[in-house]
């Protein structure tokens, strides 16, 4: 197992801090248990009692008689003895009904420190922002990252590394097999999870079919601007119909199971966002790969994808961009600090290199271009680096 240093860093400063719940959300299976595990460890090294840590899994048996808020504020009541601080974490909690009423509860109680987990964005809406307004702390965490990839591996071809990352994703429990059958198992047991539990159940959606068919849109579609129009036309061929107020509430039940990550476009020279020009990228490139039978044909988007979830790991805020009339495939911004990113597969041509570097014209702040190709295309202001290099560089 690997400590998930990235992550815990920005959560240690409130390990002990009663009156803010930290709140911890990824799709499902990207690892929100071991870090839980991990903070947990660390409290106890730093000298906290065991008997001061209670840990549920709401997705274990043993726990299954916790359906309830009432539930939920009982048992722990049960296990509180003084009024030493305690240390509560809560793991899937979306599974209690009405779990934000005893997290407040407990929170308002000022000695327990609580951490909890969700697989669905929605985790952060509704009741529990009503509860907890200005009482929480939002953590993202994502499938491992090309960097812990290879500290798990300890694999040392860089190239061979970064192949299966890019074919199979990021989450850990892929790296428990070795073949590819076992692999694409694995895989679809976690989109089927995905699906049934933090879609269907918690949506009401009956329409498998068109659910399904929208997911494949999405993924063919990774790093392309976003149509309603399109997709309607995508599922005409389909012989579906469906209006737009339908799909986009399909989409967004979609993209509140973490399954995708929604980037809006940014206009750089009107300086606002726009709500309706998006792209949506995969949460994991193995669930890209277990949709879609082409690896060769989807290099340049496979990119996009992990460039956008490492910016995301990093904490960055990221929006798509439009500087006159060409796109630029991110803005990140992060403490106050802001810097441009094209990314391409491969550069075949100067004329290629003109077309990428010609939407940095006029920014003044920091410009990158990545590629995979093991090159520097720096010039005029803009910085070069390939991939595996930004990636294990953190630049």
Known sequence: MIIREQFLFPIRPFYKVYDLVKVIIGIRRCGKSVLLSQIADELRAQGVNEK?????????????????????????????KNKKPYFLFFDEIQNVGSFELAVNSLRAKRNASIFITGSNSHLLSGELATHLSGRYVKFNVTPLTFKEVLALTKEKDLKKAFGGFMQWGGLPGRFV???????????????????LRDIIQ??????????????LFLLDNSGNIFSA????????????????????????????????????????????????????????????????????????????????????????????????????????????????????????????????????????????????????????????????????KNQ
Do not use: C, M
């Open 202 to 215: 918690r949506s009401g959606l009956r329409d498998l079919s068109l659910l399904d068919n929208i997911i």
């Open 177 to 195: 097999y070795s073949n590819e059958s076992e692999i694409i198992k694995y895989l679809q047991d976690v989109y089927d999870s995905v699906v």
């Open 229 to 392: 129009n399109t997709i309607s036309k995508y599922l005409k061929s389909q012989s579906r119909s469906v209006s737009a107020e339908a799909l986009y509430n399909y989409i967004r039940y979609i993209t509140g199971s973490l399954l995708f990550q929604k980037v809006n476009r940014y206009d750089v020279k009107g300086k606002s966002v726009f709500a309706t020009l998006e792209k949506y990228y995969p949460a994991d490139l193995g669930i890209l790969q277990l949709k879609q039978a082409s690896f060769k044909d989807t290099l340049g988007s496979r990119l996009e994808t992990i460039v956008a979830n490492e910016l995301i790991a990093r904490g960055e805020q990221i929006h798509i961009a439009k500087n006159g009339g060409y796109e630029i495939d991110f803005i990140a911004e992060k403490n106050g600090k802001r810097k441009f990113i094209q990314v391409a597969y491969h550069i075949d041509s100067d004329k290629t290199l003109q077309r990428e570097l010609r939407a940095f014209n006029g920014i003044p702040d920091r410009k990158i271009l990545i590629t995979a190709d093991n090159f520097d295309y720096s010039r005029d202001g803009v910085e070069s680096v390939s991939i595996i290099d930004w990636l294990l």
């Open 52 to 80: 001061q840590i209670i840990f549920i899994n709401f997705e274990l048996y043993e726990f299954s008689h916790i359906k309830t808020a009432k539930d939920l504020t009982e048992y722990i009541s049960s296990k509180i």
